[in-house]
C-alpha cells in the first residue's frame, strides 16, 4: 500500500465521494439554484476512468466510496458501473445517494452484487409539498422504492435537508416515518453552498432546535459514537420504534476536526472541502498521454495536504452569502 493521505491537521482521508453527473431529473431550488446549464458529455470522467481513480484512491488508504450526481440513476448505465465497481472492488465499502425516483428496477441487481447501503433525499412527507420542492409528482414512487430497498435487505438512510419555512412543520410526521420504519432518518442543516439557492440564516432549520422538538415527540436515546456507519451525524434511537433520528449539523456544529472526505467532480475536478471553490482540475492530467495517474496521484496528495478548515471559510462568509458559488448538483454534496 501506498503511502496514506493525511493533510497538515493530522486528518486522514479515508471516504471519497464520486459524483457521475451534475444532471438531474428534479429541481430542487436550494440544491440546483442557478444551474441551467449542464457540464457537456465530453467533460464527463468516463466510468472506465472513474474505475481507475477508485483503484488509485484505494492504494492510498480510501475505505469507502459514495456515488452522487446530480442524480446518479440519470447516467446510462450506471447501475452496471455500480455493480462493476463491486466486483472489482469487494472489500471497499461502496454505496449511493439517490433522490430514489427511478431506482425501481436496479434495487435487486444492486443488492445480489452486494451494495448494502443506500441514502435517499426525501425532504417532505407530503406529496403536495414535494412536488412544491422538486417541480415533479414523484412522492408515491420514492416511498415505494424506499420499501422495496428495505425488502432486499439494504440499510436505508433518508437524508432531508432541514428548511425553515419548507419542511418545519412535518417533524411528527418524520419522527412517525422512523418510528414506523427501519431507517435512519436524517436532518441536514440546510448549507451556504451555491447561488440563489435561497440560503439565509433564519432559513436554516438549525439541530439543536429539531432535536428538542422531537424530543417532545419520543423517547430519544444518544447511540455512541462507535457507530462509524453514521458519520458525523449524531444518532438517536427512538424508544419502542424501528428506526433512528439523526442529526447533521455542518452550519451550527461543525465537524471539520474529524473530516475524512475527498470530493471528485463529474468533469473529474478535486474538492477537497465543500465549502471551497478552490478545485484541482484533474481529467485533463489523467487524458494527458505523458501524465495520467501518476501525474494525478502527485496532484491529489499536494491538494489533501493543503485541505483547510471549512469551518474557517464560514467564519469569513459575507453575511448572508453563500460560503461558496458552485450548486451542489455540479459538487456531489
Not at 102 to 113: E, G, Q, R, T
Not at 137 to 161: P, S, T, W
Not at 198 to 227: C, F, R
Not at 289 to 304: D, F, M, N, T, Y
Request: hydrophobic content about 40%; charged content about 25%; some cysteine.
Amino acid at each position: 500500500m501506498h503511502k496514506l493521505l493525511e493533510d497538515k491537521h493530522g486528518r486522514k482521508a479515508s471516504y471519497m465521494r464520486v459524483s457521475v453527473t451534475d444532471r438531474c431529473n428534479l429541481q430542487c431550488t436550494y440544491c440546483a439554484g442557478e444551474g441551467k446549464e449542464f457540464i457537456p458529455h465530453p467533460d464527463i470522467l468516463r466510468y472506465e476512468e472513474i474505475l481507475e481513480f477508485m483503484g488509485m484512491a484505494v492504494d492510498m488508504g480510501v475505505e469507502k466510496v459514495r456515488f452522487t450526481g446530480g442524480e446518479p440513476f440519470v447516467r446510462k448505465g450506471f447501475a452496471d458501473f455500480m455493480i462493476a465497481a463491486a466486483e472489482q472492488f469487494p472489500d471497499v465499502d461502496l454505496c449511493v445517494t439517490t433522490n430514489a425516483t427511478l431506482i425501481k428496477d436496479y434495487v435487486a441487481p444492486l443488492a445480489a452484487a452486494g451494495i448494502r447501503r443506500v441514502n435517499i433525499s426525501l425532504d417532505t412527507m407530503n406529496p403536495e409539498r414535494f412536488e412544491e420542492v422538486t417541480k415533479r409528482d414523484l412522492f408515491h414512487e420514492v416511498r415505494a422504492n424506499i420499501d422495496r430497498c428495505l425488502e432486499a435487505g439494504m440499510k436505508v438512510k433518508v437524508n432531508a435537508v432541514a428548511m425553515r419555512g419548507v419542511n418545519d412543520n412535518e417533524l411528527p410526521a418524520f419522527v412517525d416515518f422512523a418510528r414506523n420504519n427501519p431507517v435512519d432518518m436524517r436532518f441536514i442543516e440546510f448549507m451556504p453552498v451555491g447561488l440563489e439557492t435561497g440560503w439565509a440564516d433564519k432559513a436554516v432549520w438549525k439541530a439543536d432546535d429539531i432535536l428538542a422538538e422531537a424530543g417532545k415527540l419520543a423517547s430519544l436515546k444518544a447511540v455512541e459514537n462507535g457507530d462509524k456507519q453514521h458519520g458525523p451525524a449524531r444518532m438517536f434511537e427512538i424508544e419502542g420504534g424501528q428506526g433512528r433520528i439523526g442529526l447533521i449539523s455542518p452550519y451550527t456544529n461543525h465537524f471539520c476536526a474529524t473530516c475524512n472526505r475527498l470530493r471528485l467532480t463529474s468533469d473529474g475536478n478535486l474538492r477537497t472541502c465543500l465549502f471551497s471553490d478552490k478545485v484541482y482540475r484533474l481529467r485533463p492530467v489523467l487524458r494527458h498521454p505523458q501524465l495520467g495517474l501518476k501525474q494525478v496521484e502527485k496532484i491529489i496528495r499536494s491538494a489533501s495536504r493543503h485541505k483547510p478548515i471549512g469551518h474557517d471559510l464560514l467564519e469569513r462568509m459575507p453575511a448572508g452569502q453563500g460560503v461558496c458559488r458552485t450548486r451542489m448538483a455540479s459538487i456531489g454534496g
